[in-house]
């Protein structure tokens, strides 16, 4: 059997804390539904102590060398890249995913870290136009130690996200990674620590999720909020975040569109989309959702669409030859299979799965459903999950109008080769970030982030680090 062997625990002023008297939270794993490990969960103090290591961790990492920093970001990355493999089963074992997403992940979250780097060391400031001998000056300072929360569906990488560019602009960082994936949150940690970043830089707690972040979020040490996760918490967060006038950025869900138009290369973007639709098993906030297709192709995408989703090997990401692994958690096949029984209730067509799969692991079939009329539930609360969803349109505008329907504004995908129609459709959708013809968008030095109600502010490239500076001027006369 294969092990699951992280050493679960608290990482909190560079020591690790594990059992003691705090309470415990099993990690589970979703193929199985079995408790593979016992997390030990933070009490108050832990979080005081968490507090106070940040605040001495930001005095004296914010007067470093950003040189310094940019190594510390190089050596981790080093180690994400060889520690992948090891990483990756953890990922697999406690999220679902297949051995070789997670091991993508892992990569990719080494090159988020390489572009950090270099970002730490192009902190630009300004010297604003005055008479000689006297001098403007516009500085941009790291904002302080931040509070981090993430989700579970991206379990190295989120945390990367987070940790790397607060350590680059010269922050220190608390940060609270999903109870449900730590073992990977702690194995990031440990890279980080065995690349030299000191200890009060970075902070790893587990806890009650309410608790914690009402706990670090009322400190006056705190002076940013991160957060990704779903669009009720964020909204909770961010008023909390309100009473310190912290700065945030809020990584929130999505309900992608995706405006598929009958000249685009269809067996290409079929091919595209299918697999895009099902990796992570959809638990992906930028995942392709609400597939609009018009109307002259509609019912060969439709059959097609079916076709291709139930060739896909299901089983545990353990298995060499799986395509789809299990969802993270019992919530999510009960919100699917819901959300399945509703499109249906009001005339959906299923054309692929619809059902729960077998065995005591949290597996849920590849799902197609047709005709889905807008009132169904799907059709405007995020599914996060295996489930595609498919309506015809006639004409762009309808497209676009469509695409815009929803509160969240996070991804949106379009397919045609009509290069007039792209640009439109990059100028007119309300959507942080677009994809034509393709469906690419995370890359290290590209802002990544949402509008509406997914969310505010951007991770990566170099807005990623300016999220976390403030600005000064200082006036010499
Ligand atoms: P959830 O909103 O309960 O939890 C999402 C994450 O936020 C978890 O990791 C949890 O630990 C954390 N969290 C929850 N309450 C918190 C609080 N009060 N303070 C701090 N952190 C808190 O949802 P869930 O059931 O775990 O996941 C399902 C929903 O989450 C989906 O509908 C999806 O919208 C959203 N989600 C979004 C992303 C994303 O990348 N944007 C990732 C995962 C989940």
Partial sequence: MTAYDPKLGLYIAGEWVTGGARDAHDVLNPATGEAQGALPLANADDLDRALEAADRGFKAWRKTDPAERAQVLIRTAALLRERAEHLARIATMEQGKPLVEAKGEAMFAAALLEFHAGEAQRIYGRVLPRPAGTRSLVLQQPIGPVAAFCAWNFPIMNVVRKLGPAIAAGCSIIIKPSEETAGSAVEVLRCFQDAGLPGDVAQCVFGVPDQVSRHLLASP????????????????????????MMKTTMELGGHGPVLVFDDCDLDKTLDTLVAHKFRNAGQVCIAPTRFHVQAGIYDRFAEGFAERTKRLKVGSGLEKDTQMGPMANARRPSAIEEMVEDARSVGARVLAGGTRGEGDGFFFTPTVLADVPLEARAMNDEPFGPLALLTPFETVEDAIHQANRLPYGLAAYCFTENGRRQNLLGDEIEAGMVAINNVRLSWPDSPFGGVKDSGFGSEDGPEGVAAHMVTKTVHMM
């Fill in 221 to 244: 040490i705190t002076r940013k909020l991160s957060f990704t996760g779903s669009v009720p918490v964020g909204k909770h967060l961010a008023k909390l975040a309100a009473e310190t």
